[in-house]
Nanobody
Framework: QVQLEESGGGSVQAGGSLRLSCAAS????????MAWFRQAPGKEREGVAY???????TYAMSVKGRFTISRDNVKNTLYLQMNNLKPEDTAMYYC???????????WGQGTQVTVSS
């Protein structure tokens, strides 16, 4: 059973940066599809960035060029570097991991990101 724990959320002004971390236990991240999702109040959860051996890395159009997903295989930790943050990036951010063609078999508890204008 893979367990995921996010950290690094917080409050920043527009144009600022944050780096989210997702520490994994019970599994080796490099074996899984890994992803970051976010959910704003009143909105559906949306995929932000994905990473796997099969699809490489992909990003939602809304964050492309500003966010970078990466992984440290030694620390078994997934990251999301977020630059030039905008108020519309405000959301709860979730880490997810999956196998067998899915990226969402396991979820973290989420970390809040708030961007003020």
């Amino acid at each position: 059973q893979v367990q995921l724990e996010e950290s690094g959320g917080g409050s920043v002004q527009a144009g600022g940066s944050l780096r989210l971390s997702c520490a994994a236990s019970g599994g080796i991240l490099s074996s899984y599809c890994m992803a970051w999702f976010r959910q704003a109040p009143g909105k559906e959860r949306e995929g932000v960035a994905y990473m796997s051996r099969y699809i490489g890395t992909t990003y939602a159009m809304s964050v492309k060029g500003r966010f970078t997903i990466s992984r440290d295989n030694v620390k078994n930790t997934l990251y999301l570097q977020m630059n030039n943050l905008k108020p519309e990036d405000t959301a709860m951010y979730y880490c997810a991991a999956g196998y067998g063609g899915s990226c969402v078999n396991y979820w973290g508890q989420g970390t809040q990101v708030t961007v003020s204008s």
